[in-house]
């Protein structure tokens, strides 16, 4: 199975501390799961390939955007602090 996931912002900065956010899970996968995430602009780009159950394949990509949005949300709070 494989996945890409884009997610855009309205502004590199944003991007980038979101692809930071989530990043770490890139190395932290069990066996038969790739996951890359990179950030190009304004966008962060995850690509996924499994071999495991769909189960875990479904569950790794709610992980990944569940990341992303307490990414989001910290730095919502974070701008509105300032």
Sequence with gaps: M????TLEYDDVKTAEAVARAVSPDNFKTPTGLSIKTVCVGKQVLTSLEAEVKLATFIATIDDLLFSASTAEKALRIIKGAR
């Design 2 to 5: 494989e996945a890409a996931i």
